[in-house]
């Protein structure tokens, strides 16, 4: 129901600024949540031995977790290029007249890095063997 | 026939059933109507019991801004013939409490007005002749002592939705404007009125896209942050 008191909060209406807001926030949870099962993954060597740790990375060699580690290199990318702009806004850059350029043009940096990750990726996660 | 326009309307009585609703309302349209003139139409011929804020008509009293068809506006400068099917929802500013209908309490809004000390303080003792401004100096401040206090982009802010002791954007901007000010002398206990709340800003702009005024809030709490971080970086004037 289209209640007044949070009538904004339908998503359609955001501005860019907003999204760029809230998808910081979910990347940084994302990052936080990744750095964590990392070194879980990492140390499970030490934790539940050699067999599980081996395993473990053949699972995550499967195409589908190489798919997922796309949108973990996007969820980098994203925060990292957000952050610049942020930075950069900040620093007086930017802020008076050009704040949507600064963003498109962020944006663009991200994406042009993220196609070219998925370029190099695509075979693998198309099933090539990632060792030999 | 004449043409029409639709208003779907936020309605809220807590007096009467006090659950919120929308009312359909069928206007008579002509070119050049605003969504005000269709409120003071409901309410002169449809609705007397329909509340809501307004004054100038003209954009400079700050009494209307609402939240309508997804954007914030004042109703009196927005055509009905700018949204789309010339459908109208009009609802109260987000955020803040409703008292009636479109009608909101502004109390949160106005509470941090004053805490920013909204007056030029000059110099003590007070100068015996007034202050002079060249246009240089005057034009620093262009745009930003245009705010007419709509509380637009105080409910626009995500920052005042989850921080009640964030001061938001007007407060920011009123500020600047006195900062900035050649006869104003109290930069540095403006500085210290402003902190944390300055800081807090995530350079989201929805102030800025929200202002009816089209007032850069954004660069104001950025220009504020610089004149901050110099205070304190002048430590021998502490
Ligand atoms: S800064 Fe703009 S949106 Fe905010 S109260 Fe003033 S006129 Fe309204
Ligand atoms: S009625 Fe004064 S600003 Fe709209």
Request: hydrophobic share 45%.
């Amino acid at each position: 129901m289209r209640t007044a008191r949070y009538a904004d909060r339908w998503p359609g209406n955001y501005r860019a600024g907003m999204w760029m807001w809230l998808l910081h926030r979910i990347s940084g949870v994302v990052l936080v949540l990744y750095g964590i099962t990392h070194v879980i993954v990492i140390s499970s060597a030490r934790t539940w031995g050699p067999g599980t740790f081996d395993r473990v990375l053949e699972r995550l060699g499967s195409p589908l977790f190489l798919a997922l580690d796309v949108l973990l290199v996007w969820a980098v990318l994203f925060h990292a290029f957000n952050g610049i702009r942020c930075l950069l806004l900040d620093l007086g850059i930017g802020v008076r007249r050009h704040h949507k350029p600064l963003f498109w043009a962020m944006m663009a940096i991200a994406v042009a890095l993220l196609v070219v990750n998925v370029v190099v990726w695509a075979p693998y996660i198309l099933g090539k063997p990632l060792a030999e | 026939m004449t043409e029409q326009a639709t208003l779907y309307v936020f309605r809220y009585d807590p007096d009467a059933d006090g659950t919120p609703h929308f009312d359909r309302f069928t206007v008579p349209w002509q070119k050049g109507m605003t969504v005000l003139d269709g409120l003071y139409h409901v309410l002169d011929h449809q609705d007397g019991s329909l509340s809501f804020r307004a004054s100038c008509r003209e954009g400079v009293c700050g009494s209307c801004a609402m939240y309508i068809s997804g954007a914030y506006r004042l109703a009196c400068q927005t055509l009905l013939e700018n949204l789309p099917g010339r459908e109208a929802t009009v609802n109260p500013l987000p955020h803040l409490p409703v008292l009636k209908d479109l009608v909101v309490d502004m109390e949160p809004f106005f509470r941090q007005y004053q805490r920013i000390m909204p007056y030029l303080k000059p110099s003590e003792p007070p100068p015996d002749k007034e202050l002079l401004q060249s246009p240089k100096q005057r034009h620093v401040l262009n745009i930003h002592i245009d705010c007419i206090l709509c509380a637009a982009c105080h409910s626009a802010c995500p920052l005042t939705w989850a921080d009640k002791d964030f001061v938001g954007p007007m407060a920011l901007n009123k500020a600047y404007r006195f900062a900035a000010d050649s006869r104003d002398a109290a930069r540095k206990e403006r500085m210290r009125l402003i902190d944390p709340s300055v800081w807090k800003c995530h350079t989201v702009f929805n102030c800025t896209e929200a202002c009816p005024k089209s007032i850069p809030i954004t660069t104001a709490i950025e220009s504020l942050r610089h004149m901050a971080l110099v205070q304190r970086l002048k430590f021998w004037q502490r």
